[in-house]
């Protein structure tokens, strides 16, 4: 494949990557692994519905226009189409896929740092206490199975084999 930006290509990637994955982390953290779900049914089957790649934008019923000019997937799709056939160009779609994904990722950031803060204000656990006491237990007893044990002193040592 000819990708002559392809700096360019990686950066766009990594930030559109960045807030795809900020939104789904941030919707299960606020919904549990119903948040998952959600996530994959917003950001791929919504999209993939919306983004114009697989049905022309024309042709989609008028509901799903107005969720391909809000849903990340449209603005990504144009943004890479920029960068592989269009040199990078700002007008041929990079330039709002940048915003649309940097705006993404601020959104995101900023809904899960305010939904941990309303969690730890109200003192709400998605953990119980019981279960944190089991995890350390099974961490601890793990540990301590991995440590090697001391060989006795009447036992002689061996030299690794090669």
Not at 16 to 31: D, H, K, N
Not at 38 to 47: D, I, K, N, Q, S
Not at 81 to 92: K, M, Q, T
Request: some cysteine; proline content about 7%.
């Amino acid at each position: 494949m000819d990708a002559p930006n392809a700096g360019y290509l990686w950066l766009f990637s990594w930030l559109c990557a960045a807030s795809v994955a900020a939104g789904t982390l941030v919707l299960l953290a606020i919904l549990g692994t119903q948040g998952q779900l959600l996530a994959l049914l917003l950001f791929v089957y919504l999209g993939l519905a919306s983004a114009g790649g697989t049905v022309p934008l024309q042709a989609l019923p008028g509901p799903l226009k107005l969720i391909g000019e809000i849903e990340p997937l449209r603005q990504i799709l144009a943004g890479v189409r920029s960068i592989l056939y269009f040199g990078a160009g700002g007008s041929a779609g990079l330039t709002r896929g940048i915003i649309a994904a940097t705006a993404g990722l601020i959104f995101w950031l900023a809904l899960g740092a305010t939904v941990v803060r309303w969690y730890d204000r109200k003192g709400l656990h998605r953990l119980t206490p019981d279960l944190l006491a089991y995890v350390q237990r099974s961490v601890s007893a793990y540990h301590a199975q991995a440590q090697p044990q001391p060989l006795p002193a009447d036992q002689p040592t061996r030299a690794p084999e090669a």
